[in-house]
């Protein structure tokens, strides 16, 4: 059953982000699993597209222009935080020599202007390599890549469909 209303398909979106931020959260404070710099940075991005996504189901425009707005402020965070999951992934795959992911993020922006702690994390070694998770033979990042490549796409069908109104005899004459 896929929601057909614009406000419901972003409602949706929405709770997804939100239930999967809600993984992590158990993942790190019932299992013990602690996120590193490239984990905080996925977070954000959820937390940033499920926000989007929450506007754009409460607002639900029915002007096609507003709402192709709300999908291009929406691929912004997916996009954002699929580059740093397949980074994420990259680090995984191949570990720089040291480990040792660094000072924790909320030190280093006291530390550092925020450029330098970006580029800090992107080029992150050590526990950002290390795998303590996986589900069908993906790692945490990797799912997380695929679910913020799939919000994408899920908020761009959403946006460029041409009408939630069903088409009736009188719609078509």
Not at 39 to 44: D, S, T
Not at 87 to 94: F, T
Request: hydrophobic fraction near 55%; glycine fraction near 10%.
């Amino acid at each position: 059953m896929i929601p057909k209303s614009f406000r419901a398909r972003f409602l949706t979106g929405f709770l997804a982000c939100a239930g999967l931020l809600g993984y992590a959260f158990y993942e790190q404070f019932s299992r013990g699993v602690e996120p590193c710099n490239f984990c905080i940075l996925q977070r954000i991005a959820f937390a940033a597209l499920g926000i989007v996504f929450l506007i754009g189901g409460l607002v639900a425009p029915k002007s096609p222009a507003a709402r192709k707005w709300l999908v291009v402020l929406a691929l912004i965070p997916a996009i954002a935080g699929a580059g740093v999951a397949l980074r994420h992934v990259w680090v995984q795959i191949y570990p720089p020599p040291m480990a040792g992911c660094g000072a924790p993020m909320s030190f280093m922006l006291d530390m550092m202007p925020v450029q330098s702690v970006l580029r800090k994390v992107l080029t992150a070694s050590g526990d950002c390599s290390n795998i303590n998770w996986s589900f069908l033979g993906l790692t945490m990042p990797a799912w997380c890549a695929l679910w913020f490549i799939g919000l994408g796409i899920w908020a761009i069908a959403t946006g460029w469909r041409k009408s939630d109104r069903k088409f009736t005899a009188r719609s078509l004459k």
